[in-house]
């Protein structure tokens, strides 16, 4: 390996990294935005997040890229407009019905879910019993999140704890089905965001109140777009297809807990030992599900076997 891949391999995971941090604040800003519609919040974030990034390729000499970009197949705009609109839909649902800390803990389930999903969907891949096993942790945890009374959902939250479940299997799906189309280039996330900023338009003008929400925040809101609606899409793909994909996928499993620590931080959510233990079980279980504690010798069996 050249010194020169390896830099540039270090400094693509150095910009993956960062979306971990970058994603950890999602649910404050989504907080912070206020009463905005769920469908106008997608429409307004999806919508800066995707102009800006056209503006920047623009300004960097990537048109060609870009109207190549939009012509990629059916396929590669279904899943990317689709995976976009409904896992921020869902999750910006989920924020407004629920705890904000629990809602994200259960909708952070997705690193979890992929593993899963990869063993049963993706080919040289195969759902092994440590797999389950990191299952049973990360639901576990999310059990914990729902109250002392167990699975009540019967509650006031059970729309945002349902809502924040499909968000995670919606996000997990749409990452493991990206690994299909990896050929798609970076520069098409651009034009997937305007177009879940269109779909999510719509939607608003349809269904929705029109008008400026009182007590909503702009600044939130310009907050959300330029960061884990937006920028954090186009360096987390420039770090699973430039950097050290495992570290970076060890990293995203810490992503719950960030985020936890965030909202006790900004005082939207309480420190307990039921919160810490719920988010430590997701993590542990993402992780012990991903097979990254396992022995590097065995990991190098497995992936031998595969081929």
């Given at each position: 390996m050249s010194a020169e891949f390896t830099a540039e391999a270090h400094r693509a995971t150095l910009w993956g990294a960062s979306t971990v941090l970058n994603w950890a604040t999602l649910a404050l800003f989504t907080q912070w935005a206020g009463p905005v519609p769920p469908f106008l919040l997608t429409a307004l974030c999806f919508g800066l997040a995707g102009g800006l990034a056209?503006?920047?390729f623009l300004a960097r000499g990537e048109g060609q890229a870009l109207a190549e970009a939009f012509r990629q197949p059916p396929a590669g705009w279904l899943l990317g407009v689709g995976g976009l609109f409904?896992?921020?839909?869902c999750y910006f649902i989920a924020q407004q019905n629920a705890p904000a800390a629990n809602?994200?803990?259960?909708?952070?389930?997705?690193?979890?879910?992929?593993?899963?999903l990869a063993g049963w969907l993706l080919p040289g891949e195969r759902l092994r019993g440590i797999?389950?096993?990191?299952?049973?942790?990360?639901?576990?945890g999310?059990?914990?999140?729902?109250?002392?009374?167990?699975f009540d959902w019967a509650g006031e939250y059970?729309?945002?704890?349902l809502v924040a479940l499909l968000a995670?299997?919606?996000?997990s799906g749409y990452s493991v089905a990206s690994r299909l189309l990896s050929r798609i280039p970076t520069t098409a996330v651009a034009w997937n965001c305007l177009g879940a900023a269109a779909l999510a338009l719509g939607c608003h003008l349809a269904w929705e109140p029109r008008g400026w929400p009182e007590g909503a925040n702009p600044l939130a809101i310009l907050a959300l777009g330029l960061g884990p609606v937006g920028s954090a899409f186009f360096t987390w793909d420039v770090g699973m297809k430039r950097g050290r994909v495992?570290?970076?996928?060890l990293l995203s499993y810490a992503t719950p807990l960030f985020s936890t620590l965030v909202l006790i931080a900004a005082g939207l959510a309480t420190a307990s030992a039921t919160l810490l233990i719920a988010a430590l079980l997701i993590c542990g279980g993402a992780l012990i599900g991903s097979d990254m504690l396992g022995s590097r010798k065995d990991r190098r069996s497995r992936e031998a076997s595969r081929g």
């Open positions: 056209l503006l920047v409904g896992y921020h839909l809602a994200g803990l259960i909708s952070y389930l997705w690193p979890l879910l992929i593993v899963i797999h389950l096993l990191g299952g049973v942790c990360g639901f576990i999310a059990a914990l999140l729902v109250g002392p009374s167990g059970t729309l945002g704890y995670a299997f919606i996000w495992r570290l970076l996928g």
